[in-house]
């Protein structure tokens, strides 16, 4: 990422190491009147020289010596100091502010810029690339606000714009503002200069907006409130719908649902929540007056993903335009629940104006709503919320789409996010002190970087330069107990159920029994964390397991042999999966039960309504998946290595492990189980932690180990041995079988199919939709 580097290389000369200068003072003092060319004195005279000389040669000759002499010991010595030293320096420093002595910022004088002296109570903020679009001409044009345009490295030199102000590279350098040296030159990032001038500049309301989008009716505030003066007296206003809190362990919310849109999710909602697609039983009402950050919808091209944008279009060339509800009332987001905020369409008032900072060390399709995400957090701490509105603006859909790559922050991290979010906690004193404290938590935790600390401190210190007052801390919510929700607290409202032709259906009957399948597999399995092991190249294709699982499970959790942290994809071995699994345990302890999927077996979740989900699964019932051999002299050295590491083992069991698995294990023989798929119930959880720590280091294969754990957990008549005993299990398919040929919607799940690409992934959805027909909506 290109960023401004304001500091210049040092002109100043190399000096002299400082126990060189008084010898050298001394020296030239005391022997300046005469020079003598006996040695003796020559070489008093030029000691100092001898001596550098000297010890250059000696470190040539140790280098030489330890590179040839294979003095390994030493040279690693010194890579571990070397080592040492750097992980000490890679250490994120947390920013010193002295709050109570930040000096301000000199206004622009007023012969350098004829806006110099201007003040407005309402702004809009947009970034230019270009030279002005209609768009951009339309916005200046609304009434009572001041249109300013942000440039950066691309915009033309001439830009101009009759009734805007705008904001070169040189004057935004010029501003005195701290944030300039950490934005980069060619992005919309840079807006956070526009956002500090015009808070400088008299800034009450911001309207965060984009230069290819119009504004409804021209008027901002006939859907926004704009106006929320007398916010303290908070029922003054009139109330708002709001999301119910009833649920305490969600903690995220696709607002699009609310608007008669539920098959379209915006950028920024975790994939794994695209599949809640039913809408709120009821809702809860609030006093209005402190939805400081409003979100506005956009019909034609809505905010939505690559993963949607690309997936929906039955050509590259097909063109959106989505409308939401425009007479939907306006709902309110709850402490403990979020929704994607975004940059483009969202009104800040003054008490969240410290919420319009972009973070500058992510990718520019992220930066955004981790913002928004960021931001809704703070906001609790004042006492504040998120309103999301009928749609505001009208964008155009220009068949352009951004790279997938630009939102890998945001399909990786986003769900862990939220979560850590919600969890969060501080005793600051001030809300700036909590805002820098959480802006570190988060470069702990990898959400960003230290630059985006260190950013965020800059960006505060600049707020209060221009004379911003912070709000007051108010007491906070989560973690209190919550009044409960009566009869009489309670709304009702059925949003309404918009034709969604961009999918190349009609949302009638037959999709809505369709969806109503897919709430029932969500609310059967949204408790259950499923476990998937990649066997191929997990950048072609993680992301995709995760938007076909996501939908249904908990989470997906992808293990690989070649871990990939930008794509959460965690490290495991094959031949040893089941070691990895206790970790995943334990992240996820209030699951209901995990599944465990290597990526050739394909999962058919339709048909495992009826499985228990508090029983063991395997496939003990399929012949080609479960065997029994005798290790009696007629197999191979391998499984009798194996046979004699699980007797090892099992005599060590407690009584109930040990007495189970020999209840159900004959004398001589060895149980191997392919174990590309099986289940556990949480109240076996600890149970199989327990084994695999007796197994510690021993080298015992998964297809081993597993059946024994089972056998060992469990008699087999208390499996649920009905939930898989149809699985498809081919183990020598013909070689002109394609890899989709002997597929069936019928069974619970289909083995061998190899999905090495997304050409793969689409051949395999389309035959996966004759069980899921919304399937096809991803293909």
């Known amino acids: 990422m290109l960023v401004q580097d304001r500091s210049p290389p040092s002109s100043k000369p190399a000096s002299l190491p400082a ?33 550098f000389v000297c ?38 420093a947390y920013p010193e502010v002295s709050w109570s002595s930040v000096p301000p910022i000199k206004p622009l004088d007023l012969s350098a810029a004829s806006f110099a002296s201007f003040r407005s109570d309402r702004w809009i903020v947009v970034s230019v690339s270009d030279y002005p679009t209609d768009s951009v001409r339309a916005l200046v044009r609304i009434k009572g606000w001041q249109l300013l345009a942000v440039g950066n490295s691309a915009t033309p030199s001439d830009w101009s714009l009759k009734g805007a102000i705008f904001l070169s590279l040189d004057q935004q350098a ?8 950490f934005l ?26 984009d230069d290819r989008a119009e504004v409804l009716g021209a008027d901002l505030g006939h859907r926004f409130d704009v106006d929320l003066a007398g916010e303290e007296t908070a029922t003054n206003h009139p109330v708002l719908l709001q999301y119910s809190h009833a649920d305490p362990n969600r903690t995220v919310v696709n607002p699009y649902i609310h608007f008669g849109q539920r098959s379209v999710w915006p950028r920024g909602l975790p994939l794994e929540s695209v599949g809640d697609v039913g809408h709120e039983e ?73 919420g319009l900072m972009l973070p500058v060390s992510v990718s520019s399709m992220a930066s955004d709503v981790l913002r928004g995400y960021w931001a809704q957090r703070i906001l609790w701490e004042i006492g504040g919320f998120v309103a999301v509105y009928p749609p505001t603006i009208h964008r155009v859909d220009t068949a352009e789409g951004y790279p997938f790559i630009e939102e890998k922050d945001l399909h990786v991290n986003v769900g862990r996010l939220i979560n850590f979010l919600v969890s969060w906690r501080s005793n600051k004193k001030t809300l700036f002190e909590r805002i820098l404290h959480l802006s570190y938590a988060m470069a702990e935790e990898g959400f960003w970087t230290s630059q985006d600390v260190q950013f965020t401190a800059a960006w505060l210190q600049d707020l209060l330069a221009i004379g911003y007052q912070q709000p007051r801390l108010m007491s906070l919510e989560l973690g209190r107990p919550r009044a409960n929700i009566g009869e009489g607290d309670t709304r009702k409202f059925i949003p309404r159920k918009l034709p969604s032709v961009h999918l190349g259906v009609e949302e009638v009957g037959t999709v809505n029994y369709e969806i109503g399948n897919l709430i029932r ?5 949204g408790n259950v964390v499923l476990i998937m092991f990649c066997s191929v190249p997990v950048d072609r294709i993680a992301l995709e397991w995760r938007l076909l699982y996501g939908r249904i499970f908990k989470t997906v959790v992808i293990l690989s042999e070649q871990s990939d942290p930008g794509l959460a994809v965690e490290y495991g071995q094959i031949s040893e999966a089941y070691k990895y699994l206790p970790a995943v345990f334990n992240k996820f302890q209030e699951a209901e039960g995990f599944l465990f999927l290597e990526d050739d077996m394909i999962l058919n979740y339709w048909n495992l309504l009826q499985a228990d989900k508090t029983k063991l699964w395997i496939t003990n019932k399929v012949p080609e998946s479960w065997v029994s051999i005798s290790t009696d002299g007629n197999e191979t050295d391998w499984h009798v290595s194996q046979a004699n590491l699980v007797k090892k083992i099992a005599d060590n069991f407690p009584v109930h492990f040990q007495t189970s698995y020999k209840e159900s294990v004959t004398e001589g023989k060895l149980i191997i189980c392919s174990s590309e798929i099986f289940y556990i119930p949480q109240r076996f959880v600890t149970d199989f932690s327990d084994l695999v720590a007796i197994v510690g280091d021993l080298h015992i294969h998964h297809r081993i180990a597993v059946p024994v754990f089972f056998l060992a957990m469990d008699s087999q008549e208390n499996f649920d041995s009905k939930a898989l005993a149809t699985v498809v ?51």
């Open 174 to 181: 010029g501003l005195g503002f701290r944030t300039v040296d």
């Open 521 to 525: 597999w969500r609310k059967h399995f």
């Open 282 to 354: 009821f809702y809860t009402m609030v006093f209005g007056g402190r939805q400081f950050i409003q979100q506005g919808l956009s019909n034609g091209l809505p905010d939505v993903d690559s993963v949607f944008y690309f997936t929906r279009k039955s050509s590259g060339l097909e063109i959106f335009d989505i409308h939401f509800d425009e007479e939907a009332p306006k709902v309110a987001l709850p402490q403990g629940l979020m929704a994607p905020v975004n940059s483009f369409n969202t009104i800040f008032h003054t008490q969240a104006f410290w």
């Open 184 to 209: 980069p030159y060619h992005s919309y990032v840079r807006k956070s200069i526009g956002y500090l001038f015009a808070i400088q500049h008299g800034a009450k309301v911001i309207f965060d907006a």
């Open 55 to 92: 010890f250059l040669a000696l470190t040539v000759v140790a280098i030489f010596f330890l590179r040839s002499s294979g003095d390994v010991a030493a040279l690693l010595c010194f890579e571990k100091s070397s080592g040492y030293a750097s992980s000490v320096s890679s250490r994120i």
């Open 729 to 779: 299990y081919k183990t020598q398919p013909r070689a002109n079988d394609s890899s989709v040929s002997y597929y069936t919607a019928q069974a619970p799940a289909v083995y061998p199919l190899k999905v090495r690409n997304e050409y793969d992934f689409i051949k395999l959805i389309r035959v996966m939709a004759s069980g899921d027909p919304l399937l096809l909506e991803l293909a």
């Open 19 to 51: 126990s060189v200068l008084p010898y050298t003072a001394a020296h030239s003092r005391r022997f300046s009147p005469a020079k003598s060319l006996d040695f003796s004195t020559w070489a008093s005279e030029n000691l100092y020289k001898i001596l």
